[in-house]
């Protein structure tokens, strides 16, 4: 295992920068320079970006910046002794002693552990003293392998000495014991998750900070991390003995059910390494408050924790693209099985007839098998690949029923987490009965999810809070979503959706090219964001009824999907002169992207570029969806890019199509970029401060 830290990457008593980020760039410089990462504007970047988030300093004089970066090829600790110190955001003032770990996407447990350790040695004081006295790069990098249990070489040393007395990770005292020894009062138990976005410092330094603090006041506490380097996992029997739970966590706490009906106090992960002795007051007090907020669930406690960041607008849009989000492979699943059942039919000579024929070819009846139809073994008069044939077709159908249903539970779940999930299945499948179809469907899931989210809210005594999740709220939920779509809402919304269907079905020449533009252009809109999703659902949603025009417009929507990666991986061939290595190394990339209807290759050109790379995106992908309605180019797939030409009617027009756009937002993008003086990409980098 390669060394964390070596002398070429530690700097002493030396003034790099009056600025937190002046320093990140200096010790990443030196990370790169060793070899150990491959792009400083990379690893940078990445770095700058997880310091925007939170701050990194820490009470004692100490910041840990820190990434995980595809720039980086080797773990490594960069090391800075400040003089003076710079100013990373703790409460007590600058900091003058700065760790910045680097650990590549893909860092293996062992080294994450290691740098995990790290953070947790430097809430020891002696250590950090030891840091200010060394006279030396080398004397820093020996304090550092030794604290991390390693020899000279930065290899695991044969026997690392048992921590001290008092070091971070040490336990409590035992329960019904005190600081001082002797028999004491039964104590409060407490339980505290913590956990942060990169999962290799702050999470295991706020777990030590609160033990270390507890242990002060002698109370018995019990940490989870859900980090990166290896979790402690609480047992059920633990959650069980606690009086109360505190969550110092930066992102969603994993199966926060689990702690439904406790007390809880919760805030950032920073918060736990400043102020644990403060969280552990607040936590003993909630404990002893019947009125305090407690658990209720893992994602609707966590919705109502945050319900001022963004409303209820932002909310609502989460839900939706949640369900749109898991409805996706059960739409894959069905529709390219059913496209693969048509294409094996039609080299059997059948052709699409296999849609009107499986179930008489299987024997099913009223859904289910008689046991009268073909058999594996017996495929009868049909053969033996129109028997495949058809089984894939039922499977494909079967899947693509789940549409509806997936998309209402999946909504319900972003809205109120597991409790959801069970009343947003229901409201589909009674969107489904009625005829409500995808409209029924996204109505149903938000009524669902409403529903469970507003039962959860009641402070309730713990017997019953912990039965509210699994029981009651599915219950009730269940009940007043589905009740309300069979009983008031169905009907109307079926309507609807007939007189959208009728619609579209009497479109043809002018209207099917203007309905391809409209299309088309919201696929290039956003590239993956709201207004593709929008696009694509609708033509999934309608792909289950198994039109010919429902096909038409999932042919457009995935040709004009497929437009902007395209485009930038061509722009980046013909025009080099304009984009960084990076860039040119994400348009390659972006081909295959691209070819495999995956919108999302052009983000990193559109978060860059966004004032012409919209623009032209939107222009080509609105003449590619026009093209191929125009056309009749139908897909009976709902995803596969160019990989699902073989299925697709009237193929040559569809990548003629794709072709078209690719070439017009490509050409489009580099004239704007030439009229208005945009930089060379030697230009950037220079810019950028890159050699």
């Known amino acids: ?131 200010r006295q060394a006279q030396s790069p080398q004397d820093v990098v020996d304090l550092v392998n030794a604290a991390l249990g390693l020899n000279a070489e930065g290899e695991q040393a044969p026997a690392a000495q048992a921590a001290p007395a008092g070091a971070a990770g040490a336990s409590a005292p035992a329960e019904g014991s005190s600081a001082e020894g002797g028999d004491a009062a039964p104590r409060k138990r407490l339980l505290a998750v913590t956990a942060c976005p990169t999962g290799i410092a702050h999470t295991y330094m706020a777990a030590d900070a609160l033990k270390m603090a507890a242990e002060e006041k002698g109370v018995q506490l019990d940490v989870e991390t859900q980090g990166s380097s290896g979790n402690e996992v609480l047992s059920p029997a633990t959650i069980e003995a606690a009086d109360a739970v505190i969550f110092a966590v930066s992102v969603d706490v994993r199966d926060r059910e689990r702690f439904a009906g406790l007390p809880v106090v919760e805030s950032p992960v920073k918060r736990g390494i400043d102020e644990p002795g403060v969280m552990i007051d607040e936590a003993l007090a909630a404990a002893e408050d019947p009125n305090a907020r407690k658990v209720s669930g893992d994602r609707s406690e966590a919705s109502s924790s945050s319900s001022s960041e963004g409303g209820w607008g932002s909310r609502l849009y989460k839900s939706l693209m949640t369900g ?46 008689t046991g009268d139809g073909a058999s594996l073994f017996n495929p009868g008069d049909a053969g033996f690949w129109m028997y495949i044939a058809a089984v894939l077709n039922q499977i494909g159908n079967l899947a693509l029923g789940l549409l509806v249903p997936a998309l209402a539970g999946f909504i319900a779940f972003g809205m109120a987490g597991r409790p959801g999930i069970a009343p947003g299945f229901a409201a589909g499948l009674t969107a489904n009965m009625v005829g409500a179809g995808f409209l029924g469907g996204i109505v149903g899931g938000l009524l669902a999810g409403l529903f469970a989210y507003w039962l959860a809210k009641p402070k309730l005594p713990r017997w019953l809070a912990g039965m509210m999740p699994v029981v009651i709220i599915p219950l009730l939920a269940t009940a007043l979503s589905s009740g309300l779509l069979f009983l008031v809402l169905g009907q109307p919304i079926a309507w609807v959706l007939t007189a959208l269907n009728d619609f579209l079905l009497s479109m043809s020449g002018a209207s099917a090219l203007l309905l391809g533009l409209v299309l088309g252009g919201m696929m290039g809109a956003d590239l993956g964001g709201p207004i593709n999703k929008a696009a694509y659902l609708f033509a999934t949603a309608g792909l289950a009824e198994g039109t010919e025009v429902s096909k038409e417009i999932m042919a457009a929507v995935i040709a004009g999907g497929m437009v902007a990666p395209l485009a930038m991986a061509l722009a980046t061939t013909i025009g080099k002169r304009y984009f960084t290595p990076a860039e040119v190394s994400n348009g390659r990339a972006a081909w295959l992207l691209g070819a495999s209807f995956i919108s999302e290759g052009a983000i990193p050109f559109a978060a860059a570029d966004p004032l012409r790379v919209i623009p032209s995106s939107i222009v080509g992908s609105a003449v590619t969806g026009a093209i191929c309605m125009s056309a009749g180019v139908a897909s009976p797939a709902p995803h596969g890019g160019i990989w699902i030409s073989a299925l697709v009617t009237n193929w040559p027009m569809y990548l003629l199509a794709v072709v078209v756009g690719m070439v017009i937002t490509a050409l489009l993008y580099l004239l704007l970029k030439r009229i208005s003086g945009a930089k060379t990409g030697a230009e950037k980098v220079k810019a950028a401060g890159v050699a």
């Open 324 to 369: 749109v989000s898991y409805m996706i492979p059960f739409v894959a699943a069905g529709g390219l099985l059913v496209a693969i059942s048509f294409l094996i039919s039609s080299i059997a000579g059948t052709g699409s007839e296999i849609a009107n024929t499986s179930a008489s070819i299987l024997g099913i009846e009223d859904g289910a098998v």
């Open 1 to 131: 295992m390669s060394a964390l830290i070596t002398a070429d990457l530690v700097t002493l008593d030396e003034s790099i920068g009056d600025d937190r980020f002046d320093v990140i760039k200096h010790l990443a410089g030196r990370i790169v320079d060793a070899g150990r990462a491959d792009s400083l504007e990379g690893l940078y970047s990445d770095a700058k970006a997880r310091e925007s988030k939170t701050d990194t300093g820490i009470p004692g004089g100490i910041a840990i910046p820190h990434c995980r970066s595809a720039s980086v090829q080797i773990p490594s600790l960069g090391m800075a002794r400040l003089s003076p110190g710079v100013d990373f955001g703790a409460k007590d003032g600058p900091a003058d002693l700065v760790f910045f770990i680097a650990a590549p996407d893909g860092a293996d447990q062992e080294h994450l552990q290691l740098l995990s350790k790290l953070a947790r040695s430097l809430m020891k004081k002696d250590f950090k003293e030891s840091l």
